[in-house]
């Protein structure tokens, strides 16, 4: 199975803070938005993961661009070393030098360095596949991921996408947040059924962050992955608002839920709050 690609969310309509009095509703509108890198962006995410290889015409059907603006961005990409053409199928690929972004977030994330022994200890302890994820629009982000020999899907690594709305890190962030910016969230996503035990519905997903922020932590089962069972407690910066959860993922042939819901709960628990305390008193 291959890691779950970005799940598909309306456009946000949140303004852009700018410099001076100017403010637009729509940020691409703005005098300061440079088009040009919109368009070099929009031809790297074009490799979203489904196919290794994509030919010219294949990057200008998915980016919208004609032939000769695609072939002025694939040829300044290749030149920066963030593309890598092929010679003999001239078909072009992502190259290994856009992992430097990731290196670079990675080693100068606050957070990820503060919660790193929390997660070390916590997957010792557990022995199951514990994780450090990210709100980022109506998604929640894999930022750091220690696996165990246990470990369910092998093939959610660090920077894999999943929604926030059916995602125990993901409900436990969103119970954090202000009503209204849930309403927005819910609204910009594709709020899709993925297997039979997903809550899709906005009322029903709202009832349950009221219940997760009575018991402080979020639980889902079989709701992305079919046999995967989840639980996570958010992080939380001064005022409350979650800015990041830690959560414990174990595969359903190794759960037993009257010895591991309220250990486990209580381990995420007692987790994120420590990292919470300790990045408020740095």
């Known amino acids: 199975m291959r890691s779950a690609p970005p799940t598909s969310r309306r456009k946000s309509n949140a303004p852009l803070a700018v410099s001076g009095e100017e403010k637009a509703s729509d940020p691409t509108e703005s005098s300061l938005f440079v088009q040009s890198v919109e368009k070099a962006m929009r031809v790297l995410t074009a490799f979203d993961g489904s196919k290794r290889q994509l030919s010219l015409s294949e990057i200008s059907a998915l980016t919208g661009f004609d032939t000769s603006a695609t072939q002025r961005f694939t040829f300044t990409l290749s030149a920066l070393g963030y593309l890598f053409k092929d010679p003999d199928s001239r078909k072009y690929e992502l190259s290994p030098k856009l992992l430097d972004f990731t290196y670079h977030y990675l080693t100068s994330n606050e957070l990820v360095s503060r919660a790193t022994p929390y997660l070390q200890q916590l997957g010792s302890e557990t022995e199951e596949a514990t994780n450090l994820t990210v709100l980022d629009d109506v998604d929640i982000v894999f930022v750091l991921r220690i ?36 309403d927005d969230i819910l609204a910009r996503t594709n709020l899709v059924q993925y297997t039979a035990s997903t809550v899709h519905q906005p009322r029903k997903i709202k009832e349950r962050l009221v219940q997760i922020r009575k018991q402080g932590y979020a639980h889902t089962e079989d709701e992305y992955f079919v046999a995967d069972i989840s639980t996570a407690a958010a992080i939380t910066n001064a005022h409350g608002r979650g800015i990041g959860a830690v959560n414990i993922a174990v595969a359903r042939s190794r759960w037993h839920a009257d010895r591991d819901e309220q250990r486990f709960a209580d381990l995420v628990v007692s987790t994120a709050s420590a990292i919470s305390a300790r990045r408020r008193a740095d």
């Open 147 to 182: 696996v165990s020999r246990n470990v369910f899907n092998a093939h959610v690594i660090t920077g894999s996408r999943l929604p926030a709305y059916c995602t125990a890190p993901g409900l436990a962030i969103l119970a954090t947040l202000p009503d209204g910016e849930v």
